[in-house]
């Protein structure tokens, strides 16, 4: 299972070594993409389908299913890491992120999240400051209300 927050560091070259604790769970070649909160969503290559939840079994003539798997498929790069578990992280992608030099990495259980650290101490801020408002939106979202 992956867990828990890494720092790191991304150089000027946008190269960033992959933690060695979700290396170790995610192997050497792993798929990055856009995430929805400015980060990029990190996944094992054999677990690529991951990707696919909520919209698996859903017909191609779906518009939501179309979008949400252009969105996540068509912003992804498949990347090998070198042996010092550092990946190159495409400019369009660094964009998204808004990545800048310092970065964390966020292990939720199938995936890693990288965040720009200064983003992610913003949001995690603003989460944090009421977190039983989430379990409220869950509940909305599987209809127990």
Same mark, same amino acid.
């Given at each position: 299972?992956? =867990?828990?927050? $890494?720092?790191? &560091? ?6 960033? @070594? =992959? /933690? ?11 798929? #990055? ?9 990190? #996944?094992? &290559?054999?677990?690529? !389908? #991951?990707? =696919? ?5 859903? /017909?191609?003539?779906?518009?939501? *299913? ?9 912003? @992804? ?12 992280? /495409?400019?369009? =992608? ?9 970065? $964390?990495? $966020?292990?939720?259980? !199938? ?7 200064? #983003?992610?101490?913003?949001?995690? @801020?603003?989460?944090?400051? @009421? /977190?039983?408002?989430? *379990? ?10």
């Amino acid at each position: 299972m992956l =867990l828990g927050q $890494i720092e790191g &560091k991304l150089s000027k070259k946008h190269q960033v @070594a =992959l /933690p060695k604790e979700f290396r170790e769970q995610l192997g050497e070649t792993v798929i #990055v993409t856009k995430g929805f909160n400015n980060y990029l969503q990190i #996944v094992a &290559k054999k677990s690529w !389908r #991951v990707l =696919l939840e909520g919209t698996k079994d859903k /017909p191609f003539t779906d518009q939501g *299913t179309r979008d949400l798997q252009r969105y996540l498929f068509g912003n @992804a790069v498949e990347v090998t890491l070198d042996k010092q578990g550092r990946m190159l992280i /495409p400019e369009f =992608l660094i964009g998204y992120g808004k990545l800048d030099k310092l970065v $964390i990495f $966020i292990g939720v259980e !199938r995936y890693v999240e990288l965040w720009d650290k200064e #983003v992610f101490t913003k949001y995690d @801020a603003s989460v944090s400051k @009421a /977190p039983e408002l989430l *379990t409220i939106n869950l509940s909305k979202s599987e209809g127990h209300e």
